[in-house]
Every structure is written in structure tokens, then in C-alpha cells.
């Protein structure tokens, strides 16, 4: 299993990208894929969960990004998304996509991605 994060880059502040987490070797009915999260760690800083989505599609966002930033999947796909609208040069960070996902008959394991450069200039 694999997780792969696409659509960072360079945007001017109140600009818009949207990310993208594709997992892949996911079987069916061997992996089922839990919680996805999105990360982020700027410069200098900790780690921070920016927003977070159950299989059932409940979310949760990070005060600062609420009502810029929209989190979804689409579990036909495996794929979970993050559109980040109203940019500001504070959400500059690698973006990282993680996945809690259950391996039948194993357990649950937390996978990551490799993280994608977002850079918002003012």
C-alpha cells in the first residue's frame, strides 16, 4: 500500500490548489481504508493536522482553515482531496496525506505519503 500526494505549488496569496492523496495496492476486501487525514508542517514548526475524514464522511478541520479549506474522498477511487481556496502566505508548508487502514486478518496500520510543497507568496 502506498499513499501519493499531488497538486502542490506556488499560488499568490488568496489564490486556490487543490491536493490530492491516491492510494494504491489497495484490494478489496483485504484493505479497507479508515480515517484520511491531511498534515502539514511549515518551517520551524510542529506537525499540525489540518483536516480529517472518517469512510462515512465526517470532517473536522483546523480552526484556521476552516471555511477556505475542503476535505473529501471518493472511496470508489481511494482517493481523498483537500481544496484550499482563499490561500494565505501562513498555510506555507509540505502537505502530507496519512491513511488508517485495516489489513484483513492483520490489523490496522497508519500509512503516509511523501508529502507536496505548498508556497503561498504574498
Known amino acids: 500500500v502506498e499513499l501519493v500526494e499531488s497538486g502542490g505549488g506556488q499560488v499568490q496569496a488568496g489564490g486556490s490548489l487543490r491536493l490530492s492523496c491516491a492510494a494504491s495496492?489497495?484490494?478489496?476486501?483485504?484493505?479497507?481504508?479508515?480515517?484520511m487525514t491531511w498534515y502539514r508542517r511549515a518551517p520551524g514548526n510542529e506537525r499540525e493536522l489540518v483536516a480529517a475524514i472518517s469512510s462515512g464522511g465526517n470532517t473536522n478541520y483546523v480552526d484556521s482553515v476552516k471555511g477556505r479549506f475542503t476535505i473529501s474522498r471518493d472511496n470508489d477511487k481511494n482517493t481523498m482531496y483537500l481544496q484550499m481556496n482563499s490561500l494565505k502566505p501562513e498555510d506555507t508548508a509540505v502537505y502530507f496525506c496519512a491513511a488508517d487502514i485495516y489489513h484483513v486478518g492483520v490489523g490496522k496500520y497508519d500509512y503516509w505519503g511523501q508529502g507536496t510543497q505548498v508556497t503561498v507568496s504574498s
Open positions: 495496492g489497495i484490494i478489496e476486501n483485504i484493505f479497507r481504508i479508515n480515517d
